[in-house]
Structure formats: structure tokens, C-alpha cells
């Protein structure tokens, strides 16, 4: 069937413009200032709204175990959540088991990922060093498409690799031409910190924020980097959280380091004082890097604006409120971290960047859907223009409406944006050229999203010449 956007205001990374847009199929085919409608076409009215590339989550933890427990969505839930609120694909991340093979979990979670709503991607997890790994990673990239990694350096005894072993993962995914996420946090000192705080007896989820200090995630923002550089490796620095982890960034790239920085909707929108809420209501913001102090939010905005933050994730790693964080009720270290965000991250990105004037549409559309594509190689995806998936975002700048746990998608008892009312409704998003979400409600079919055979970065143009646009 053919489908023809009428009216709307398309915007891509390059321009905002008047048109209308044809899919056939799965596809875009068209794109002008008038397609006559033929018998048999469906149309959808986009007048005086912003037609605009689906959002890529290239963050989120869907059906992850961690620490003693695991996340409240799965592939159901969870993507049910994204596509309503205007992310058509995702890249959730794998979490092997100590020991196991690479390509065993990476098939097992792409089984995990059946019956999602949308498509998917996955990141391969590397929570140790051994030969096996170096013999993994080429199968995983040439048969999976695996083109990128995760390594953490905190927490240590579930995920955390040291210096050594990061440098010879790093230099083998350098070869391949995967690109590796790094969660940059000093878990060593971190730990100690953590341990001190509770003899002390400072047990409040306060003391989570003031335990994981600005300083040891440049640190590790730094030494990563630093790694990466001798590994001659690409390296995204997930969910950089601080102005102290940016400036880290920033000398790297103009060192020539192919460095990238991703930040999240909670440290644009939130700030550390969330974390004191009475009632141990601060144990729903209990997140890793911790929510910081508010003046960093700016820096993180202008990060973004002049293109040392490439990329907006949500860290969707979402814990219920009853039962599961208030594990921790009289030991902040045992509330599980993680924040949601995968329903709420296009929409709070909208409002607080867009309407509020903090980035333009153009940066909006390039943040939370052209880069991610770019970065983790989904050639179909990313952009509205000739050729890529109908993955498409209708959305009315002129009507608002309120978060709220009540009318979520999440499956969760709480929403960590309660009561913010946004600008900017969401009336339609489309995957592969089908209506999926209509006025807020999610009509697809379970199972049909795809899992994405992801290109390497040699293959992605536009990436290559970073280096040289950023001197
Ligand atoms: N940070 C979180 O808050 N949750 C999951 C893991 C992480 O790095
Ligand atoms: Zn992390
Ligand atoms: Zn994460």
C-alpha cells in the first residue's frame, strides 16, 4: 500500500522544509511539495505538524539482569513504551553470563527480543578478557552485525573490566571496525567511597550522588579515552553525566581521539537535589553517574548544541519502586540503579530542547535519531529522505499533555517526569512505512520489529570525516 504524509513540516539533520512524503512498502520514495493522491492510497493529514525521523535508543536495558535483580520491562513492554513515545528502534544491551560464549548470548538475547514492537539492535556486553573474545569478535560483527561493544569500569565482580583487558578489547573491536561504549566511572575508588559512607552510617539515597563524585567519572571519562588513543579505537562515552567527564571529552577530540559522548534526558532535566526527596522518594532517581548539580545541565545543553554530545540515549534501566527499590530503604548501595526513560526520552528532548529554545529542531532530529544511526551503522535508518525505512514521527507542536505514571506504557509503578506537562503531542508514528501509534496508543502487533544487522563504521561515510570536521 501506498501511504502519502500530506502537509507536514519534514525535517531532517540537513533542513526543515514544506512537503509531502510517499511510502511504498517499507520505504520512502518520495519526497516533494505536492504528490497527487491516487484511488487506494492512504492518507495521513501532517498540516501544521513536524514530520520527523523516528527516534533510535541506541540505550536501554530492557530484560537485563543486574545487580540481584533485574529491569521492570522487557521486549513487550518496553518497546511498546518507545514506539508511543516516538523511538522506532533500539539497541538494548546483551549481559552474559561469567564465562559464556559471546555469540551464544548473542543469540539468546536476540530470541529474547521476539516479540518486540519494533526494531532492534544489540550491543555485546564484555564483562572479562580472554582469547575466546578476540575469536568472537570478528563472527559477531561479520554474521551478527555487531558493530559495537560495551565495557564498564565500575562494578566490580559483575561487570567491570580493568585497563588491560579494556586495551585489548578495545584494539581488536578497533580492527573490525566496531566502535566500543564505555561506561566511565572509577569503580575501585567508587567502591571504597560507597563502603565508607555506610560505616559512617549515611544510608540515604543522598549519599549515593555524593559517593560517585564528578571527579572519578572524568577520571575514567579521561583513562578511557586515553585507551582508546593508544588502541587507536572508536570509543562512545555513554552517559556522560558532568561538565568535569566533557572537558575530557573535548581534549580528546581535538587530539584527533575518535571519541564520541552520549548524555540522557535525566541529566538535562534533573539535578541531584531529586536524590534528597523525603520518604525515600530519592531512591526512584537513584541512577549511574548520579543526577548532578543543576549547573552542569547547561553544559551538557551546550555540549549538544556545538556537537561534543553526538548523541541523547535514555539509560532506560528501569526498577519498580515497591519491591525493588526499596532494597535499599536503609542502604543506599542496595538500591538497584537505573532510571527510566525510554517512553518519555523524544518527548522531554522536544520540549526542553526544541520548544524552550535550548537546540534547534534540526539538532533535535540529529541527536536523537540521525547520530545514533551514523554512529552504530542502521543504514536504513535515521533520516527521512529517499531510500531509508518509513520510520516516521508526526507530532503537534501546538498541544501539550502531561506525564504520568497512570497513562504510561511502562511497566512501571512510577515515572521519574511525573507531572511535567510538554509541549508537543505525538499523533503518529509509523515503522517500516505501518501505523503503529496513533492519538497515544499503540496499535502495531507484537513480534513485528526486526533485529537490525548493524554496518561497521568504514562503512558510514559521514563518520570517517568527523575527525577532520571537529579540528
Ligand atoms: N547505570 C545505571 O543507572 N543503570 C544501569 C547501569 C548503569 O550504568
Ligand atoms: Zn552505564
Ligand atoms: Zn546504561
Not at 45 to 58: E, F, M
Not at 316 to 328: A, I, R, S, W, Y
Not at 429 to 442: A, P
Request: glycine share 10%.
Amino acid at each position: 500500500m501506498r501511504t502519502i504524509i500530506q502537509n507536514g513540516t519534514v525535517v531532517t539533520a540537513g533542513g526543515v522544509f514544506k512537503a509531502d512524503v510517499e511510502i511504498q512498502g517499507t520505504t520512502i520514495t518520495s519526497i516533494a511539495q505536492k504528490i497527487k493522491p491516487e484511488i487506494g492510497d492512504r492518507l495521513i493529514d501532517a498540516s501544521h505538524q513536524y514530520v520527523l525521523p523516528g527516534g533510535i535508543d541506541v540505550h536501554t536495558h530492557l530484560a537485563w539482569p543486574f545487580q540481584s535483580t533485574g529491569t521492570a520491562d522487557d521486549f513487550v513492554s518496553g518497546t511498546k513504551a518507545a514506539a508511543v513515545g516516538g523511538i522506532t528502534s533500539i539497541i538494548n544491551f546483551t549481559n552474559p553470563k561469567r564465562g559464556a560464549s559471546l555469540i551464544d548470548t548473542q543469540k539468546e538475547w536476540i530470541e529474547k527480543g521476539k516479540l518486540s514492537a519494533i526494531d532492534y539492535g544489540l550491543h555485546a556486553i564484555i564483562n572479562e578478557y580472554s582469547d575466546r573474545v578476540l575469536e568472537e569478535l570478528p563472527i559477531l560483527a561479520e554474521e551478527y552485525g555487531v558493530s559495537s561493544i560495551k565495557l564498564f569500569m565500575a562494578y566490580k565482580g559483575e561487570l567491570m573490566v580493568n585497563d588491560l583487558e579494556m586495551y585489548k578489547i578495545m584494539k581488536k573491536a578497533g580492527e573490525l571496525g566496531v566502535i566500543t561504549n564505555v561506561h566511565a566511572e572509577n569503580g575501585d575508588v567508587i567502591d571504597e567511597l560507597v563502603k565508607q559512607a555506610i560505616a559512617e552510617g549515611k544510608t540515604d539515597p543522598i549519599y549515593h550522588g555524593y559517593t560517585r563524585p564528578t571527579i572519578m567519572e572524568a577520571e575514567a571519562t579521561g583513562r578511557a579515552l586515553a585507551i582508546a588513543e593508544a588502541a587507536d579505537a572508536p570509543v562512545y562515552i555513554v552517559h556522560v553525566s558532568c561538565a568535569d567527564a566533557l572537558q575530557k571529552v573535548n581534549e580528546a577530540k581535538k587530539r584527533g581521539v575518535k571519541a564520541f559522548a552520549e548524555t540522557c534526558p535525566h541529566y538535562l532535566v534533573l539535578d541531584i537535589s531529586y536524590l534528597d526527596l523525603p520518604d525515600f522518594e530519592g531512591g526512584k532517581y537513584v541512577c549511574s553517574p548520579p543526577l548532578r548539580e543543576k549547573w552542569n545541565q547547561d553544559v551538557l545543553w551546550n555540549g549538544i548544541r556545538n556537537g561534543l554530545i553526538s548523541v541523547v540515549g535514555s539509560d532506560h534501566c528501569p526498577f519498580q519502586f515497591e519491591g525493588q527499590k526499596t532494597l535499599g530503604k536503609d542502604d543506599f548501595s542496595k538500591i538497584p540503579n537505573g532510571m527510566p526513560g525510554l517512553e518519555d526520552i523524544f518527548p522531554l528532548l522536544y520540549h526542553f530542547g526544541v520548544h524552550e529554545g535550548r537546540i534547534s529542531l534540526q539538532k533535535f532530529v540529529e541527536a536523537i535519531s540521525t547520530a545514533p544511526a551514523e554512529l552504530f551503522g542502521l543504514s536504513k535508518k535515521g533520516s527521512i529522505s529517499v531510500g531509508k525505512d518509513g520510520d516516521i514521527v508526526i507530532l503537534d507542536p501546538n498541544r501539550s499533555r502531561v506525564i504520568s505514571a497512570e497513562t504510561q506504557y511502562q511497566n512501571l509503578d512510577y515515572n521519574a517526569y511525573e507531572g511535567m506537562e510538554v509541549q508537543g503531542v505525538i499523533t503518529h508514528v509509523l515503522s517500516r512505512g505501518e501505523i503503529i501509534v496513533k492519538d497515544g496508543h499503540f496499535i502495531g502487533e507484537l513480534g513485528r520489529g526486526k533485529y537490525i544487522l548493524r554496518d561497521r563504521l568504514q562503512k558510514t561515510p559521514s563518520l570517517n570525516q568527523q575527525k577532520e570536521m571537529q579540528v
